[in-house]
Structures are given as structure tokens and as C-alpha cells.
């Protein structure tokens, strides 16, 4: 006994950094071993970056946008230069109506052609579209707008969701029955043509295109979230710490959350994507962010009646369509490989 | 079962090559939304013009190309009383409806009466001839009270007759005042003659005065004539929805069958999908969007791109600037006044008005969006019409001009202080679009102070908002009812036309001229007048007209026969065509 | 059992009312003028907003006019769409079947492939078959639909020249519409076989084609997800270890084990994208020109066609319900641990 317990404390003398453990935690580990997981990781990281440092990548911005941030022709350098608070403007410029650098999310024009124009011929990276917008341009800028868009309708419905179905889980009875009609409801309602008499009605901006979409989505996570603590409730550890004396909504927080969250979590980042297709969906529509606004839905909406080409060469504009379309399958395809990550990580049952 | 599957190979095998549309058919592929109503009292827009000018004909039809020539069609003689107010028509004999009733007078009468009975406001009946026939054409069926007070049934039964009887062939019409555009005014689908003992039989109207009250503005897109036609035009309607119109030949046609058979309207709403009908034949004309698509059409084997230097378009396009800005609740005017928005009153100001008409390229503009197919428009009107005077100038981009203009405009605050407001335009109307943006640009190249914001609204929203005087500057349109010079001058420059409710606009020196002309009836003059008209627009820089675009048809080369006119929804009657 | 139908069935009427209201109020927050402003198409016709506001009562307080519709819905009424210019009815029942006709023919692939590839990326989990099947799936959830649709007609049409838009070529539209073809159920395939023609027949299928790849690569990803993770979680279950450990095959404790266990929420999804597709898909229809009700539906939201917007609103509220309601009992028939009361 003596000598075994001696083995051991002579190895205990090494103990692991909290870096050491995180990485070697169980859930990292599993993660690691995923290599789908990392690629959408590695995905986000580069989306995030690119989006954050869009001023320094991105080609010029319009006139409009440089005159709000206060840069003039001889100054112009200032944008790409992290010392210069242009530079900081502009990374602090929020697609919103209100924000005083919102000029900078309309994309610059290089003529005001109806043809699109190929890299070449417009002197711009990646070739423009319908109306002279620069693809490239409207990429890195659409980056900010899909996160943002992304984040802050999921977000709300998150919030809203866990509040409704907690509310109502919680509380069960009268309460839950009235909440749960509320959410049955909102399920019947047709989705995308209440956002288009949403958007058509309060005007076609970005804000609004967000309030159609979150109108409607916070009653999944709700519903969620609901089932998750009736089903919990009557799971034994809940009436032990009752039993332990913990009350009210504490039991909530404290037990009850933090086990569905792991549900949330996936389901949210899953939705991340699935919001900014809709958001796409109404650009088609003629329903989406005011045109020539930095958006991935719009620029593809650009290219629908150029992705046929001259008799005799149908691919000729190949680039209006295949640029901002692959950028979306990319945002999307990151968010849903980390979703599932989060969910083969956080599940404790499978297969080691 | 072996005999069943080679069958069923066949004919697997055998469609696959089935893919253009026979010689006796026609089909013809347009924008998506099909038409309001068959009924020629309610109908108002080109997808049921197009097919009520081919199964309803009127008195006197367009002649040809000609949009001032007109040739006999249900009538084939014509006189007018010497001060202008009797036309006495005689009528077609043995002319066939589609029902195999006989066409005589009391279908014109019926046709004319039911119209202004109805008094649709949705329709055009009372818009275009209530003047001349009823004395008035402020009131209509929306207020069917006050309807029935001013007009009585008494003027409308007066307004036409039938001298020889509801069986004879010499109408009367009589006006209450000469109209010089009165045989084009007839020409419109709205007076298209009705067989009035099918409509009659089946619950329409029954053309008496006991009934006509329960007809004033009543909703006949509820009643029998909505889907239900009997005309005497070649085709008869087959089927209607709003995915395709399908016509069918009427063998007994007075002018003898036509050539095709059958036809198809398809509203298609992806372009796309239309161009490449085209390409396989599946389609025999297509509509296109703009002319910068033309260029994945060019060269298609099979497809003619038609065009002609002489055809001109009958819709005009301005910027329109608003005199008098209704500033309350207006997000679109900035703070107002000078500097950090616009006042009231800043485009009465005419150097204002000429600054901005010189911001704007105007060649640039048919270079980068028409492909270089193009014309300048010099004043607001086609330029077929009457009275267009083509020997006026353009004001064009031209920097130091406009920067003249702005020095002087406001006593020079203009200039020094800058001004910020937000033009509008509707949906993704991109050629409006890049109209405003291009003039936006400009302002701000030429005075860091001149900003101008572009914004599109829905269409409900934009005909709201402009109909509350709260758009400073906006891009709107007019396309013809008929073809005369009054139907777009007083639309745009009177101070009690169409567009003055939007506008404000009131011009003294040009309001004087409007209404001399629209008081005479001498072409001579009234075309002297207008010409006059044309120089003051000049002058006076009240809009900024857009360039159009060099019209074009996009067919196939086995249609033969095609003709453009165009006051026609459809541009040609397919009565007139033929396939190889 | 019965109670809990009943007591399901008590939600049409609230959803009916939830859900119309809430439109009829959005609508109210336009300006009558705003709202008499979509009557008209053109400019000419904008001539005299105020006579449209009066003929439609647009200046009246919501209630009366929500009232007024509820009137007219109580008489078999459902208005008229200016979108369609005939009784939001009678458009209901000519778009419907259509869309049916689509829904049932593009809901096999995406179910079949939705599972067959889930099933193949649970089975080998973690290998590169289950990531490419993976991607795979997600790439196609994440291309645009009108891209996707616009290449495919390209390709076919364009190219080929052997599948068009469209539900029907145009002779067989103009024969359908002279008449001596029976209208049995609507659905072209069905009725063509019953009307004795296999051209026909051939011909409305071939249409069905590309909208059918074009919703199938879009929609079986979802499938595929849920039936991946539902397989995976039935195969950790306890029941299959000692399935294995009683010494059963590999492919048994896979096939009828986990398989079944695994297919029970794929069911429920199953259920969920059917009456998705029924109640119309705008994008597709839209590209394909074919005459469904998700093309309708979305013109008329752009137009404000009040009428048509509330119509098929309360159409799809009745179907989500009544479709739930029967998900929800195919669920308790074929998971036995479900019990409703």
C-alpha cells in the first residue's frame, strides 16, 4: 500500500496547467478527434477575422462612407491603418440605419452598367455585378452583415424562447397552456410570407428584415426549452435538491438550464445559418436589405437573370452567382460542422 | 405488356424532341400577373389590353403602325357635324359575335352606356370621355351618389343613338364639346362594342333606366363579363387564370380566320426561363426586361431581335422634382432647411431646377444602361405624339453649368451652405435607380455639401408617399391611354393634372398654353402651341426627362407578319400574323 | 385517445383567430392610403386613392374590418385576390393540387436519400464516408434554391433541351383547356393514367423532374441530420449493446434494432417537411413557373392583397394543425413509450 501510494504522490508533483486540462478534457478530446469540427472552427475564426479586419481587406470604400468617417482623397491611406481612428471607424460601422458609418455597407459602384463585368474588364477583384456592384467588396462586407443579422435574430429568439418556455415549464398549469397555444400559433403561421408582408409593411431595411424573422423564431427554442424542464422536473436529482431545500427559480437556474443548454446551443447554432438563408430568401423576393446594401442574399439576388450567358458561352458570368453562393455555403456549412461538433461533445451517451 | 412498354417508349423516346410549338400556335411569354378583368369597363392595364384588343374590336382601329391614322374596323364610314359635336359612324354589316349573334347598333350603343353606367373608377370609361360625352369626369362610380345627381341617365342615354334603330348600322354619338382626339380616344380597349344580348341574357346590365342605378360603380369583377366574353374580335378566350391566357382562332371572324390557330399568354416571372424558351422554341415572343439583357439573346439561332429607329416608346420616364414639400412627418427632407436638409420650397426655385437637369449625363446614361441604343427626350411627351418639338436642347451633365446655376439659386445659400434630402424611386426599378444615383453622384463631385440619399419604397408605399406631396424628388412615369398630346402634357405640367397633386407644380406660362390648346380643336395650332410648350420645358427646367430606350421585339424567325404599334398592349394583333 | 384529438382540434379555431388577427393588425399599421395605394398597378390608375379607400371601407377602425371579414368567411366567403383576379377560394382549389402533386413526388427522394445517407454517416461514424455524406448534405442545404434552379434549367433546358419549366407543355395545355380531359383529383400524373394518356402522363412528370432535384438537395439534409443523430443515439443505447452481446450479427442489431428505434423522430421531421411542401414552395414554383401555391402566396404578400394573404393564411394554419395533430398520432402508434390522455 505504502509503496504504491509513494509512486503515486512522486507523479503528483507535476500538476497539469488549466490550459493542460482544458485541452485534454474529455469534450476537447473528442473534439479534436473531429476533424469536420475543426474545419468548421477554423472556418468561423477565419470569418470572424476577415470580418473584423474588413477595412484593411477590403477594395475602397464609396464616397459617402469615406466622407462620414472623415477622410478625404489625400487621407484615404488612413483606412487601412490601425493607428489612425478612420481605421477604428470603420470597424466600429453597424449595419444599421442608426449608425453613423451605415454609408459604408452600400456597396461602391465601379460603373452603372446592367452587364456584369468580369475581374478584368472592371479593374475590381473578383468582377461586378448587375449595376457595377463590387463582388469582392460586397463579400468582406457581407461577412459583418450575416453575423449580425445571424447573431441578433437568434439571440432575441434565444432570449425571448428561454424566458417564454421557462415561464412556462416552470409554472406549468394555467400559464403553460396559455403559452403553449401562444407558440402553437406562431408554428401555423405561414413563416416566410408573414416576413414578407412584415417587411413590406414597415419598409425595406435591415432592421426590419430582422424583426420579420424574429418574429417568428423564438417559439422553437421556447417549446424546446419547455419540454427539457417538464421532462427534467421529474428526474430525481431535482427532487433531491429540493429536498436539500433549493427553491423556486434557483432550481431553474441552477439545475435545470445549464442541461438544456446544450440543446439550445446546438439548435441555435444550426439557426445561425438557416437565418441568413432566409434572409437570402427574402432578397430574392425583392423583399430584402435596400439594393446595393453589402449582403450576401442580395448580391446572389444580382445575378438571377445574369446566370445565363451569351448563346454560345452560358458560364460567361459564372462569378456573379459562384462567389457570393459559395461564401454563403461556406458560413453556413462552418456553423452547422460546429453545431454538430457541439453536439457529439456534449453527448454523454454514445459510443467512445 | 410488352406491346404497352415499346409503346410507352415510344412516346418517352418521342417527346423528347417534341419541344417547339406547332406553326398554328402562338406563344408569347410576358412579366408575370395576368390580366384584372376581360371586362372592357373595368380593365386599365397592358395584360388585359393584350387580350381584349384581340377578342373586342372597336368603331375605328389604329391603322397599322399608325398611331394617328385610323382605319374602319366594326365601323366603315365616318362623318362629323361641322362644329364638331355629332359623329355619325355606319356600321359593318354582318359582323359575327363570338356568341353568333349579329352585331347592329344598339351593341355600340349598349357597349358605350354600360360604361358610363358602370362608371368604374378603377376603369377608364368616364376618365377618358366623360368630358366630352357626360360634361364631367371628376365624379364616377365611387361616389355612385353623387354620380347619379350630376349625371343623369338622361345625359348618358343622349350621349348616343341609334337614328335607325337598335337593328340598323348608323350610330350617333354626340359630344358636348369638340374633341380633336376623340377617333383616338375610341380606339381604347374601354370602348370595345359588347355583345349586348349575351351580356344582357346572362345577368349583365339590361340596359334600361329602371336598372342602372344598381349598376353605378358596382364591383363587376364579380359579374358575368369579368371571365365571360363575346366579341367581335378573331380569337375567343379558351381559358384564363393568371398563369396563361389561351386564345383560340373564331372561324367566323368578319375579316375572314386568321392564320394561327391557337395562342398562348404565359406570365412567367423568371426571365430567365423565358430567354431560354425562346432559345428552344418553346416561345415565339418573349418579353424582356431591359435592354441590357438583350446581349444573352444576341445571336441565338432561330431569334430575331427586331428593331427600328423609327419606333418610339409611348411611356415617359421623368425625375420630377416637387415645388412645394410637405415637410411634416418626412424623414426624406432632412432638417427642413438649407444646409442639413431642404425647404419647402426648393425646387421652385428654377436655378435649383436647372442646376440638377445639368447633373445628369444623359448620353452616359444610354451608353451605360440602353447599350447605346437610345434617344433624348426633350420634352414630356412621346415623340410621336403631336406637338413634339424636337429642335429643343437637352440639358445635359455639365459641371460648370450647373455650378453657375446653384451659385444663384436661394441668393447663393445654395451653394454655400449645401443641402441633404432623399430622392426616391419605386421597387427595383433599376433604371430609376441609376437615374438618381448618377445625378446623386454628380452633386456630391461637384459640392461636398450637396448630399442626396437614393431610396426605393414598395410601390403602395411610393404611390402613398409621393400622392402626400412628401417626396422632394422623385422618378415616376405615365404611359399613354390614347394618343394625344393632352394626355401627357396636362399629366405632367398642368396645375390640375395627374402629376400636380405630387408636384405642386404650377407655372403660369406654361398653364396658359395648356389650356388654349386643350380649347381648340385646329391641329395647326395646337401643335404650334405645344412646340411652345416644348421651349418653356426647356427653359424652365420643371423635370428631368429620361432618355429612352430604342424599343425592340424579341421573336422568333419563323413569325411573319409582325407589325409595331405602339398604342397596342400587344404592339400587333395576332389576327395579323402568321408561322412558317 | 379521442379526448386528446378533441382536445387538438380545439386549436383550430384559436390558431385560426391567433393567426389572422395578427396579420389583419400588421396590416393596420400601413396608412388607409398606403393600403389603397396597392390596389393600383400603374400610375394612371393611382389617379383616385380616396375612391378606393371608400369602395373598400380602408379608412374604417380594424375591427369593423376585420369583422367584416369574419362575416364573409362565415358564408363559405373568402374574398378576392387581386393577385389572382378571382375568389381567393376558388384559387386555393386551382393552386392546390398542384403544389400536392409536387409535395408527394419530391417528399419520397428527400425522405429516401435523407435516411439512406443519415443512415450510411451513423453506421460509419467518424470515417470519411460519414463526413463526406455530411458535407455533402449541407452544401446542398446551403445553395441558394434559385441558384440551384436557374443551373438546372440551364443545363437541361438550355443545354439539352429535354426538361422545360412549367407543369405541362403548351399542347397539351391548350388540349387540357378545350376540355375532354377529366379533372379526377387534380394531379396531372394520377389523372392522365385515368384518362387513358401516357403521353400526358409522361410529359407532367418529366416537368416534375428538376423542381423535385432542386427541393430534394435542399431539403434531405435536414433528414439526414436527424436521422444520423437518431441512429447514433439508438445504437449507444443499452439495448443494443446487449443485442451484440446476446451475439446477434452487426447488420441485425443495426437493421432491426437501432434502425427502427432510430427512425421515430425521422418520422416526426418526415411528417413536418410534408406539410412544409404543402403549404407551398415560393422559390421553386417561382423559378419553375409552376403553378403551386407558394408563387401565389408570395405575390400576393408583395401586393398586400389582404384578402389572399389572410385566405391562405387561415389554410395553412388549418393544415399545420391538422398535420401536427396527425404526426403526433402517427408518433404515439408507432413509439410505444408515448401515451396520450
New interface residues.
Given amino acids: 500500500m505504502a509503496s504504491v501510494t509513494a509512486a503515486q504522490t512522486a507523479n503528483d508533483n507535476q500538476v497539469p496547467s488549466a490550459f493542460r486540462r482544458w485541452w485534454d478534457s474529455k469534450m476537447m478530446k473528442r473534439f479534436r478527434r473531429n476533424p469536420l469540427a475543426l474545419v468548421g472552427a477554423v472556418l468561423l475564426a477565419l470569418f470572424l477575422l476577415a470580418g473584423f479586419f474588413a477595412p484593411i481587406i477590403s477594395p475602397q470604400p464609396n464616397i459617402n462612407c469615406l466622407r462620414s468617417i472623415g477622410v478625404s482623397a489625400s487621407t484615404v491611406g488612413d483606412i487601412r491603418n490601425p493607428l489612425k481612428p478612420a481605421f477604428w471607424k470603420l470597424v466600429g460601422a453597424a449595419p444599421l440605419a442608426q449608425s453613423p458609418y451605415y454609408d459604408c455597407y452600400t456597396i461602391p459602384r465601379s460603373s452603372f452598367s446592367p452587364v456584369p463585368q468580369s475581374a478584368a474588364e472592371s479593374g475590381t477583384i473578383l468582377g461586378t455585378t448587375s449595376g457595377g456592384y463590387d463582388i469582392f467588396y460586397g463579400l468582406i462586407w457581407g461577412i459583418r452583415t450575416a453575423f449580425f443579422i445571424g447573431i441578433a435574430v437568434v439571440g432575441f429568439g434565444l432570449i425571448v424562447g428561454i424566458i417564454v418556455g421557462s415561464i412556462a415549464g416552470y409554472f406549468g398549469g394555467w400559464i403553460d397552456n396559455v403559452l403553449m397555444r401562444l407558440i402553437d400559433v406562431i408554428f401555423a403561421v405561414p413563416g416566410l410570407v408573414v416576413a414578407m408582408v412584415i417587411v413590406t409593411v414597415l419598409g425595406q431595411n435591415i432592421f426590419n428584415v430582422m424583426i420579420a424573422l424574429a418574429v417568428v423564431g423564438w417559439a422553437g427554442y421556447a417549446r424546446i426549452l419547455r419540454g427539457d424542464i417538464l421532462q427534467i422536473k421529474e428526474q430525481e436529482y431535482v427532487t433531491g435538491a429540493q429536498a436539500l431545500g433549493a427553491r423556486g427559480p434557483g432550481i431553474i437556474f441552477k439545475h435545470i438550464l445549464p442541461n438544456s443548454v446544450g440543446t439550445l446551443i446546438i439548435i441555435a447554432s444550426l439557426d445561425i445559418g438557416s437565418v441568413v438563408l432566409a434572409a437570402a430568401a427574402l432578397s430574392f423576393l425583392g423583399l430584402g436589405v435596400p439594393v446595393g446594401f453589402a449582403d450576401w442574399g442580395q448580391m446572389v439576388n444580382f445575378a438571377r437573370n445574369w446566370l445565363l450567358g451569351p448563346p454560345g458561352n452560358p458560364w460567361a458570368y459564372w462569378f456573379v452567382s459562384f462567389w457570393p453562393g459559395l461564401i454563403i455555403v461556406l458560413f453556413v456549412l462552418a456553423w452547422n460542422l460546429l453545431g454538430d461538433a457541439f453536439r457529439d461533445v456534449l453527448d454523454v451517451r454514445s459510443n467512445s | 405488356m410488352k406491346k404497352y412498354l415499346l409503346l410507352f417508349l415510344g412516346l418517352v423516346l418521342g417527346t423528347f424532341g417534341l419541344a417547339q410549338s406547332g406553326s398554328d400556335t402562338f406563344v408569347h411569354q410576358t412579366l408575370a400577373g395576368g390580366p384584372v378583368s376581360l371586362d372592357p369597363v373595368r380593365a386599365y392595364d397592358t395584360a388585359s389590353g393584350h387580350v381584349i384588343e384581340n377578342v373586342y374590336e372597336t368603331l375605328y382601329t389604329y391603322d397599322g403602325e399608325s398611331i394617328d391614322q385610323f382605319a374602319p374596323a366594326l365601323a366603315t364610314d365616318y362623318s362629323v357635324s361641322d362644329d364638331g359635336l355629332v359623329y355619325t359612324f355606319t356600321l359593318r354589316e354582318n359582323v359575327p359575335f363570338h356568341s353568333g349573334n349579329i352585331m347592329s347598333c344598339k351593341d355600340v350603343e349598349y357597349s358605350y352606356e354600360y360604361g358610363f353606367v358602370n362608371a368604374n373608377p378603377e376603369g377608364a370609361n368616364v376618365y377618358l370621355m366623360g368630358d366630352q360625352l357626360l360634361g364631367q369626369h371628376d365624379v364616377d362610380g365611387s361616389d355612385a351618389a353623387a354620380y347619379q345627381e350630376t349625371v343623369s341617365f338622361e345625359t348618358i342615354a343622349s350621349s348616343i343613338e341609334c337614328p335607325d334603330g337598335p337593328d340598323g348600322l348608323t350610330v350617333q354619338i354626340n359630344l358636348q364639346a369638340p374633341d380633336p382626339a376623340f377617333l383616338a380616344i375610341q380606339a381604347y380597349t374601354a370602348f370595345s362594342v359588347i355583345d349586348s344580348e349575351f351580356a344582357k341574357a346572362n345577368g349583365m346590365w339590361d340596359g334600361t333606366e329602371e336598372t342602372w342605378a344598381d349598376w353605378v360603380g358596382r364591383d363587376v369583377t364579380q359579374e358575368f363579363l369579368h371571365n365571360n366574353t363575346s366579341g367581335t374580335g378573331a380569337y375567343q378566350v379558351v381559358e384564363w387564370t393568371d398563369q396563361q391566357t389561351i386564345l383560340s382562332a373564331f372561324e367566323d371572324y368578319w375579316g375572314g380566320a386568321p392564320a394561327i390557330q391557337n395562342v398562348v399568354i404565359q406570365y412567367v416571372e423568371e426571365q430567365s426561363s423565358r430567354i431560354l424558351a425562346l432559345q428552344q422554341g418553346d416561345a415565339d415572343r418573349v418579353i424582356i426586361n431591359d435592354r441590357a439583357s438583350l446581349v444573352q439573346v444576341e445571336g441565338s439561332p432561330g431569334v430575331s431581335i427586331l428593331e427600328n429607329p423609327e419606333w418610339g416608346a409611348t411611356c415617359v420616364s421623368p425625375a420630377f422634382f416637387n415645388f412645394d414639400i410637405n415637410l411634416e412627418n418626412n424623414e426624406d427632407v432632412g432638417c427642413g432647411e438649407l444646409g442639413c436638409g431642404v425647404p419647402a420650397d426648393f425646387f421652385a426655385d428654377v436655378n435649383v431646377r436647372r442646376g440638377f437637369a445639368h447633373l445628369f449625363d444623359q448620353q452616359g446614361f444610354i451608353d451605360q444602361l440602353y447599350d447605346g441604343q437610345g434617344r433624348l427626350i426633350t420634352m414630356g411627351q412621346p415623340t410621336s405624339f403631336l406637338g413634339y418639338n424636337e429642335n429643343v436642347d437637352v440639358r445635359t451633365l455639365d459641371l460648370e453649368q450647373a455650378e453657375q446655376y446653384f451659385r444663384e439659386a436661394f441668393g447663393g445659400e445654395v451653394w454655400e451652405q449645401g443641402f441633404e434630402f432623399t430622392a426616391l424611386y419605386n421597387g427595383s426599378n433599376t433604371i430609376r435607380q441609376t437615374a438618381l444615383e448618377i445625378i446623386a453622384e454628380n452633386a456630391a463631385f461637384l459640392n461636398p455639401n450637396f448630399k442626396i440619399n437614393v431610396r426605393s419604397l414598395p410601390w403602395a408605399d411610393y404611390l402613398a408617399r409621393t400622392g402626400e406631396q412628401k417626396a422632394p424628388m422623385f422618378a415616376l412615369g405615365w404611359c399613354a391611354d390614347y394618343a394625344d398630346p393632352k394626355n401627357f402634357i396636362d399629366t405632367f405640367y398642368s396645375n390640375s393634372g395627374f402629376y400636380s397633386a405630387r408636384t405642386a407644380i404650377d407655372l403660369p406660362e406654361m398653364q396658359e398654353r395648356i389650356d388654349e390648346a386643350n380649347s381648340i380643336t385646329d391641329p395647326l395650332e395646337r401643335e404650334f402651341l405645344y412646340k411652345e410648350i416644348g421651349n418653356l420645358h426647356y427653359d424652365l427646367a420643371p423635370m428631368v426627362i429620361l432618355p429612352e430606350s430604342a424599343p425592340f421585339m424579341t421573336v422568333r424567325e419563323e413569325v411573319q407578319g409582325i407589325y409595331r404599334n405602339p398604342m397596342m398592349s400587344g404592339q400587333f394583333l395576332f389576327k395579323d400574323i402568321s408561322k412558317n | 385517445m379521442f379526448a386528446f384529438i378533441v382536445r387538438r382540434l380545439f386549436?383550430l379555431p384559436?390558431?385560426f383567430f391567433?393567426?389572422t388577427l395578427?396579420?389583419v393588425l400588421?396590416?393596420q399599421?400601413?396608412?388607409p392610403?398606403?393600403?389603397?395605394?396597392?390596389?393600383?398597378?400603374?400610375?394612371?390608375?393611382?389617379?383616385?386613392?380616396?375612391?378606393?379607400i371608400?369602395?373598400y371601407g380602408l379608412n374604417d377602425p380594424w375591427y369593423m374590418q376585420y369583422g367584416r371579414w369574419l362575416r364573409q368567411v362565415s358564408q363559405g366567403n373568402l374574398g378576392?385576390s387581386?393577385?389572382?383576379?378571382?375568389p381567393v377560394l376558388t384559387t386555393l382549389r386551382?393552386r392546390f393540387p398542384p403544389t400536392a402533386e409536387l409535395a408527394i413526388f419530391a417528399f419520397f427522394p428527400i425522405i429516401g436519400v435523407g435516411i439512406w445517407l443519415g443512415t450510411a454517416a451513423a453506421l460509419n461514424?467518424?470515417t470519411l464516408i460519414d463526413?463526406a455524406t455530411?458535407?455533402l448534405a449541407?452544401?446542398g442545404?446551403?445553395?441558394?434554391?434559385?441558384?440551384l434552379g436557374?443551373?438546372l434549367?440551364?443545363i437541361f433546358?438550355?443545354?439539352f433541351?429535354?426538361l422545360?419549366?412549367?407543369r405541362v407543355?403548351?399542347?397539351f395545355?391548350?388540349e387540357i383547356?378545350?376540355g375532354g380531359f377529366k379533372n379526377y383529383t387534380g394531379l396531372l400524373t394520377i389523372d392522365s393514367l385515368l384518362n387513358g394518356r401516357?403521353?400526358i402522363f409522361?410529359?407532367a412528370f418529366?416537368h416534375l423532374i428538376l423542381p423535385v432535384i432542386t427541393l430534394a438537395t435542399v431539403s434531405s439534409a435536414q433528414i439526414m441530420?436527424v436521422m444520423r443523430?437518431s441512429l447514433?443515439?439508438a445504437?449507444?443505447?443499452d439495448y443494443v449493446r446487449t443485442a451484440r452481446a446476446k451475439g446477434l450479427a452487426e447488420r441485425t442489431v443495426n437493421r432491426k434494432h437501432a434502425r427502427r428505434n432510430g427512425l421515430i423522430p425521422v418520422i416526426t421531421l418526415a411528417g413536418f417537411t410534408l406539410i412544409g411542401l404543402i403549404?407551398g414552395v415560393?422559390?421553386t414554383e417561382?423559378?419553375?413557373?409552376f403553378?403551386g401555391l407558394g408563387?401565389?402566396?408570395?405575390?400576393?404578400?408583395?401586393n398586400?392583397d389582404y384578402a389572399a394573404?389572410l385566405g391562405?393564411?387561415v389554410f395553412?394554419?388549418v393544415i399545420?394543425?391538422i398535420g401536427?395533430l396527425i404526426v403526433d398520432i402517427l408518433y404515439g402508434v408507432i413509439d410505444p413509450r408515448i401515451r396520450y390522455d
Avoid: C
Fill in positions: 386549436m384559436l390558431v391567433g393567426v395578427f396579420i400588421l396590416m399599421v400601413l396608412s392610403f398606403q393600403r389603397a395605394a396597392s390596389y393600383a398597378q400603374t400610375e394612371n390608375q393611382a389617379r383616385n386613392l380616396d375612391a378606393i371608400e369602395r378576392y387581386r393577385t389572382s383576379s378571382e386551382k461514424r467518424d463526413q455530411r458535407v449541407i452544401v442545404w446551403s445553395l441558394p434554391t434559385f441558384v436557374i443551373w434549367l440551364v433546358y438550355g443545354g433541351g429535354i422545360e419549366p412549367g407543355s403548351t399542347d395545355l391548350i383547356a378545350r401516357l403521353d409522361w410529359d418529366k441530420r443523430s447514433l443515439d445504437l449507444g443505447q403549404n415560393i422559390i417561382t423559378i419553375f413557373n403553378p408563387q401565389w402566396s408570395a405575390q400576393a404578400a408583395v398586400l394573404v391562405f393564411a395553412t394554419a399545420v394543425v401536427n
